[in-house]
């Protein structure tokens, strides 16, 4: 079983703070990285997939980062606001091109 | 709408009986997966399927049996066999067509074994 390691494992942050967490994976066989957010009651949602060393992926205040070489990405919030609140899954593909392996996941809380 | 439905929500099993989750797709998708979350734990893997009449194992599939009969659906058995079935059980299905396709997940079934 692959190992995808992601630090925090939870994290508390004042409403309008930046906060950032990272995602470990195997580098031997990569394939593609995958951010998913989680929230309450709701099923996992894609955020970014990315594949090649370097990628760097925006979608409104949340931006990833791709090292390939040595095996991690960066999730960034920038401003973080209450309904950033869920949990931030990533995957790899390290393992073959169908096989995806989770980490256990960041919880995030933005305090009001 | 498209989408993948999972049935039922909650489910409440004696021990030693098997159970069947069920998990639809209509979004035409081609590979499916089945994962167990417990408390603490990331998404582990059980069985996957990339195609009908085809699936391959997981990380954890001891206790567990699948079919693929048909492209829309992926029914995962708990059998008896499985030492601690009580877990919250996500499906997906992925259009695999290319090596970044994301995943695609349903609500879940929280299974409790008593």
Redesign the interface.
Known sequence: ?LN?E?SPQSLHVQEGDSTNFTCSFPSSNF??L?W?RWETA?????LF?M?LNGDEKKKGRISATLNTKEGYSYLYIKGSQPEDSATY?C?S?SGG?????????TKLQVIP | DGGITQSPKYLFRKEGQNVTLSCEQNLNHDAMYWYRQDPGQGLRLIYYSQIVNDFQKGDIAEGYSVSREKKESFPLTVTSAQKNPTAFYLCASRPDRFIWDEQFFGPGTRLTVL
């Open positions: 079983i995808v992601q394939y593609a995958h998913y709701k099923s996992p949602e894609a997939v594949t899954l995957a593909n091109y169908q096989k995806v392996t989770f980490g256990t996941g």
